[in-house]
């Protein structure tokens, strides 16, 4: 059939059932995504003839005749559309991976459209940005759902982007009634400076402490931007894997006859063809942190979906055809899905043929993964002395990433014979050498990269792809693909892991704590991968960001026969977070003081001790503390309110709460990046750095601390990056690390380019490296110029530095919520939004921002919607995009960003990170603010509303 693709004219024949998504990347057209294959998340979008459809569910036939428009067909890299150019100049993407299709469904809006916008764009979904930069691009304003407008600082296309650190004015859009509200104007509160000389400051009018735009901005918006699986590859196979029907179970006999001989088969893969070493799917600097407990196939099976069997042919239809041919017998063992009764005696042991001692696992015939037990003081005195005590238990639930871009990896030998992996992972360093390990094979001999990364949040710090990838090359020598549909995302994909949390909190008549009591039980899963370290890590900076001078910790991280847990931003703190906040909440209820002098009250300062079970040793320090300050802020613009009223009737109810949270900086133990930046002959630098771009903006900051320390403009900067062969070593982008430590190597990899290349302007010109100025590709001093370009022709000059992450500090997050609750109903509208937090030097301030919005507007969902369901027995009911509520622009409130005024001693020009922190405090203050309204306290998440109105009805 003849149709045109953005003017080019085409002659093929689709397959039959082919959607247009998939018929449209047969073309080479890349720009199309796949977030769902179900019509419901718009990364597909195009144009047929000028209407904007999901391409995932329109038939490709349907296109005979017809025009199809892609993002590329909107406009390219220096000939933007407008639409386009609007979504570079507002920052309206992180990841980048949902733009080109919302892109597309924008460029159809009118004048007309703009007051309907949260229904228009309800089929786009976007899981990083948290919409306000997307709706300003499209309509210079961003509403909420209760009308609420936020009026940017810039309105023009091209203008420069806000630098302010206070949200400025808010108005409101006419709500459904036609009445308006009145303009209100936030007002700049200004924050004390802290006095930080040792702290090198960027010069006047250097890129940094500016809101660069990332580099890959024009090419993400037009879907010119590769990710992981836009590549054609001559001869590619496909990969598809057969899952267990069972949540625990034995193979007794597999036969794969009948598949192995359908044509287009090419290799069926059992525990038979699998390495029989032990491995971790998590990774982190050191793999003996996590528990080896999988193998590649395994012939025991754990949960409901598990891997049985691999096959890999020519298409992926001819491999699902094969892989139902399979014939497997099994012996069926006793499962046990609820974690208080995996530890008992007699309860089914899942793990219990690994040896405790080399797989690193605390008890495997008791399902015990790990633990801590711990006390600092006398917690039954604390608590018998105490004027006013506290205790509830909380309970929080599995999570799903739903990062739009699914794991993927493609794998092939190149000339060299090595073998390379092209895939969508937050960690190509530790994959490469868990790979190797796996396999026997020298390092040397094993290549990991990634394309830019569609979203990860942590769910792409595992092998989850990469290892079967690598067993299907090796076993065929044929380049073969592996891509998780949506579904296998949340029956496959590790989660957030559930935790049980009880708290009690014991107080003196003044409200200074007494006691701390914590007691954690977290489910793994059938795995542990992240288990221990989700488990220590929230029972650190959630626990010794409060003093008290006797405090006992009892946590527990245990196996069952469900879906695998895993990484997920904040690390494990958010769900310990939700229940001491909520306890200190409800201690100020208690006792009758505020909740923000309460925190002020019990806060560590500046001087105090870290202390959970004892202190913290002298990695971790309190550098550029700004707790108070973000106590201030938030309070300030609580009370200030903003324009947003509860809807009319007596049913609802409006109440207001806060929560504060502390984070390190990096993750403990050292986290390594070691850099070069090259000076090229073509004038132009280069940086080479391990660290991976998923949305983190670490591309960005990465080039503007290159460029200032240059001084140069960022647009001579080009950045290699996430490559096992552009970078010497990365651990990864995890535990935002990628300023605090990729970042700081940059930085002095570019500062000690800079002497290098002063010291030769020096040697040729026999005069002294301080006589000469770099500027903007040349070196000057007072009466002559050199070219950079010559002077390191023609081989460049190239300067190396590393960063081991030894030393770690302190961030600082406190969040607060106005709600009205319906009590009818229990349907939760937030009013005001509020985040403050202790970034240090912003080193990016629009980018932050958006890095803020984007978490608060990720534990929105968790807080309020987002939950995977099962059956009890492990079955995974949540299967579809569209039965798992992640937050549309209409579902997200404007959330005003504030910023503590403070330096930290070991960030790059005193910044901290701040990928992970926005996410922690968020669940506890809303469920805070929904206690104050209606006076009865969520103690389970999501807070959804037939839990409110069951809580409402006791």
């Not at 403009?713 to 990628?738: E, M, N």
């Not at 430590?741 to 290349?757: D, E, I, P, S, Y």
């Amino acid at each position: 059939m003849t149709f045109t693709i953005n003017g080019e004219v085409f002659d093929s024949e689709p397959r039959s059932g082919q959607s247009l998504r998939t018929f449209i990347r047969d073309q080479q057209h890349f720009e199309v995504k796949k977030g769902c294959d179900t019509g419901d998340c718009g990364a597909c979008s195009v144009l047929v003839d000028g209407t904007p459809v999901h391409s995932c569910v329109y038939p490709a036939f349907r296109v005979e005749g017809k025009d199809v428009t892609t993002a590329a067909g909107l406009g390219l890299p220096g000939d933007l559309s407008p639409v386009q150019q609007k979504f570079v100049d507002h920052a309206a993407f992180q990841c980048g991976f949902c733009t080109a299709g919302m892109v597309v469904t924008a460029s159809t809006f009118d004048d007309a459209d703009m007051n309907d916008l949260p229904r228009l764009l309800k089929g786009n979904l976007c899981r990083c940005t948290g919409y306000r930069a997307i709706d300003e691009a499209i309509d210079h304003v961003h509403t909420d759902s209760c009308g609420v407008e936020l009026e940017p600082h810039a309105r023009e296309a091209g203008a420069p982007l806000p630098e302010s650190r206070t949200t400025p004015v808010i108005k409101t859009r006419p709500r459904a009634s036609g009445a308006d509200t009145p303009l209100i104007e936030a007002p700049p509160i200004d924050a004390p400076s802290v006095d930080a000389p040792s702290i090198e400051s960027p010069a006047s009018g250097a890129p940094i402490g500016t809101s660069v735009g990332a580099p890959a901005g024009e090419r993400v918006v037009s879907g010119q931007e590769p990710f992981t699986l836009d590549v054609a590859i001559p001869g590619l196979l496909h990969l598809v894997v057969l899952k267990s029907p069972h949540a625990h179970a034995r193979i007794t006999a597999i036969d794969t006859t009948r598949a192995s001989a359908l044509p287009g088969v090419h290799a069926v893969l059992t525990y038979e063809h699998s390495p029989q070493t032990l491995f971790s799917t998590a990774r982190h600097e050191s793999r003996l942190d996590d528990p080896d407990d999988t193998l590649i196939l395994d012939h025991v099976v754990r949960y409901r979906g598990q891997r049985i069997a691999a096959v890999v042919a020519e298409s992926v239809g001819i491999a699902e055809a094969a892989a139902r041919l399979i014939e497997v017998e099994y012996e069926v063992l006793p499962a046990v899905f609820d974690p208080h009764l995996s530890t008992l005696d007699g309860a089914p042991s899942i793990h219990g043929d690994k040896n405790a001692t080399t797989s690193r696992i605390v008890d495997p015939q008791h399902n015990l993964v790990a633990e801590l037990h711990g006390e600092y003081g006398d917690v039954a005195k604390g608590l018998a002395d105490a004027a006013h005590t506290v205790s509830g238990t909380w309970q929080t639930q599995r999570v799903a990433h739903t990062h739009l871009e699914t794991h993927a990896t493609i794998g092939w030998i190149d000339e060299a014979d090595r073998l390379v992996l092209r895939t969508s992972s937050q960690v190509p360093f530790l994959v490469q050498t868990e790979i190797c390990r796996l396999f026997d094979r020298d390092p040397s001999t094993v290549r990991v990269f990634t394309a830019r990364v569609g979203g990860g949040f942590g769910g792409k710090q595992e092998i989850l792809t990469e290892d079967i990838v690598s067993l299907a090359v090796l076993a065929t020598g044929r380049p073969v693909q592996y891509e998780f549909t949506r579904e296998d995302e949340f029956t496959l994909s590790p989660t957030r892991h559930p935790m049980e949390v009880q708290v009690t909190l014991g107080a003196d008549a003044a409200g200074l704590l007494t006691a701390m009591k914590v007691e954690l039980l977290s489910d793994t899963g059938a795995y542990g991968n992240h288990g221990p370290g989700t488990m220590y890590h929230s029972c650190s900076e959630s626990i010794s960001l409060y003093n008290a001078p006797n405090k006992r910790v009892d946590a527990r991280c245990v196996y069952t026969n469900n879906v695998p847990s895993g990484a997920f931003r904040g690390y494990g703190l958010g769900q310990v977070i939700f229940a001491i906040e909520s306890a200190l909440d409800e201690l100020a209820r208690v006792t009758g003081i505020d909740p923000f002098e309460l925190r002020r009250l019990n806060s560590v300062t500046a001087t105090d001790p870290l202390i959970v079970t004892h202190v913290e040793g002298d990695d971790l320090i309190l550098g550029g503390y700004g707790l108070d300050q973000c106590l201030d802020l938030a309070e300030q613009a609580l009370a200030r309110g903003n324009s947003a009223v509860a809807p009319a009737g007596a049913e609802w109810r409006v109440g207001q709460g806060m929560a504060s949270s502390m984070i390190a900086t990096m993750p403990p133990r050292g986290h390594f990046s070691e850099v070069t930046v090259t000076a090229d002959a073509d004038g132009g630098y280069t940086i080479g750095v391990g660290t991976a771009e998923f949305g983190n903006g670490t591309t960005t900051v990465h080039t503007q601390l290159a460029a200032t320390a240059l001084s140069t403009s960022p647009s001579h900067i080009r950045v290699k990056q996430s490559d096992t062969d552009a970078a010497r070593y990365d651990t990864g982008a995890f535990g935002s690390a990628g300023t605090v430590v990729a970042g700081k190597a940059v930085l002095a990899a570019a500062q000690a380019l800079a002497r290098q290349l002063r010291q030769l302007a020096a040697d040729r010109t026999q005069t002294a490296p301080d006589d000469w100025t770099l500027d903007d590709g040349t070196l000057s001093s007072a009466d002559r110029r050199l070219s950079i370009s010559e002077l390191v022709a023609p081989d460049g000059l190239t300067a190396t530095a590393n960063e081991d992450g030894a030393r770690r500090s302190i961030a600082f997050n406190v969040h607060a919520f106005r709600v009205a609750v319906n009590t009818l109903t229990g349907e939760v509208l937030i009013l005001q939004s509020i985040q403050t937090a202790d970034a240090g030097f912003v080193l990016n301030p629009a980018q932050l921002r958006g890095q803020i919005e984007g978490g608060v507007a990720q534990a929105i969902g968790s807080a309020l919607y987002e939950e995977i369901i099962n059956d009890g027995e492990g079955t995974v009911l949540t299967t579809v995009l569209r039965n798992y509520h992640i937050p549309q622009l209409s579902d997200l409130p404007v959330t005003e960003v504030y910023f503590a005024d403070t330096r930290d001693p070991l960030g790059p020009f005193g910044a901290k990170s701040m990928s992970e922190a926005p996410y922690n405090p968020v669940a506890p203050a809303l469920a805070n603010a929904v206690a104050d309204a209606i006076g009865r306290r969520p103690m389970e998440l999501p807070m959804s509303r037939d839990r409110i109105w069951r809580l409402l009805q006791n």
